[in-house]
């Protein structure tokens, strides 16, 4: 079907006749309409694509994140266990040093004491001579006895002699 406006000039004026097929307009409309549907599918498909693709990338981006923050808890417990073997390793070598330390101190007082109390059991034995020898020495008729009694005590040495006649 065909309309058409028919024209002349009025006034002066051009007027334009455009005569039109009305069945292609509908389909230009169709067509119109059609485009942007498809615009408007693209515009969705393109916004569908975009929120994928950001959610990709967020993904990716926490997956780095984890894989960062997993190696930095593993280097941080493998030098927590580090510092904790040297400082247990220290705490051994300090003990040892204290013990060793220790055993020596309590050898010298030992040997200090021992050698204090055989100096004066040797002060005693020299004592002892000599009064034995006096005691031979001197001329008397009846012959006595000398008996002894040793104590030994951690600070001195006491010695008593009894001269027994029989």
Not at 8 to 21: P, R, S, T
Not at 133 to 146: F, P, S
Request: net charge positive.
């Amino acid at each position: 079907m065909w309309t058409g406006l028919t024209g002349g000039m009025k006034d002066g004026h051009v007027i334009q006749i455009i005569i039109e097929n009305k069945e292609e307009v509908t389909m230009k409309k169709m067509k119109e309409q059609q485009k942007k549907r498809e615009k408007t599918k693209n515009g969705r498909r393109v916004i569908a694509a975009k929120k994928i693709q950001a959610w990709w990338r967020g993904t990716l981006v926490r997956r780095t994140l984890l894989h960062a923050a997993l190696s930095t808890w593993i280097i941080q417990s493998w030098w927590r266990l580090t510092k904790d073997r040297l400082l247990q390793k220290k705490r051994r070598a300090a003990l040892s040093d204290y013990a060793l330390r220790e055993r020596a101190v309590v050898k010298l007082q030992s040997l200090v004491r021992m050698w204090r109390i055989h100096w004066r059991y040797c002060q005693v034995l020299n004592a002892i001579y000599v009064i034995q020898c006096h005691w031979q020495c001197h001329n008397c008729q009846t012959c006595a006895l000398l008996r002894g009694h040793c104590v030994v005590t951690a600070t001195h040495l006491q010695f008593h002699i009894e001269i027994i006649n029989p």
